[in-house]
């Protein structure tokens, strides 16, 4: 798989966005653990939510809980990260990011991911 990110923009505080990922060669996710990340400028890449495939457990940094959900398509085409009210804080790049089922510890660490998309801004401002 090769993840490709889109639905970034420019928001205002209190704004809802919905990011989404799929593979660049049409392969789907269903035997692979997805994971959002995001790096804000001058910090490090940090994990906000992933889903596994094997039994749909899904996880959230706490800074994103209540306000971030992370779903699927049915067929593990699509990723999705849903984003409400969403602050100047939340402003980064954010990376979708894959490993295969199994083959990690925590899918919210960027040292377990294996495969990366290049990203897509998000920017949150009045």
């Known amino acids: 798989v090769q993840p490709v990110e889109s639905g970034g923009a420019l928001v205002h505080p209190g704004d809802s966005l919905k990011l989404s990922c799929v593979s660049e060669?049409?392969?789907?996710?269903?035997?692979?653990?997805i994971g959002w990340f995001r790096q804000a400028p001058g910090k490090e890449r940090e994990g906000v939510s992933c889903?596994?495939?094997?039994?749909?457990?899904?996880d959230y940094a706490d800074s994103v809980k209540g306000r971030f959900t992370i779903s699927t398509d049915n067929a593990w085409n699509t990723v999705y990260l849903q984003m409400d009210n969403l602050q100047p804080d939340d402003t980064a790049v954010y990376y979708c990011a894959a490993v295969i089922e199994g083959d990690y510890n925590d899918c919210l660490h960027t040292d377990d991911m294996d495969y990366w998309g290049k990203g897509t801004l998000v920017t949150v401002s009045s």
């Open positions: 060669n049409g392969a789907t996710f269903d035997d692979y653990a």
């Open positions: 889903i596994s495939s094997s039994d749909y457990t899904k």
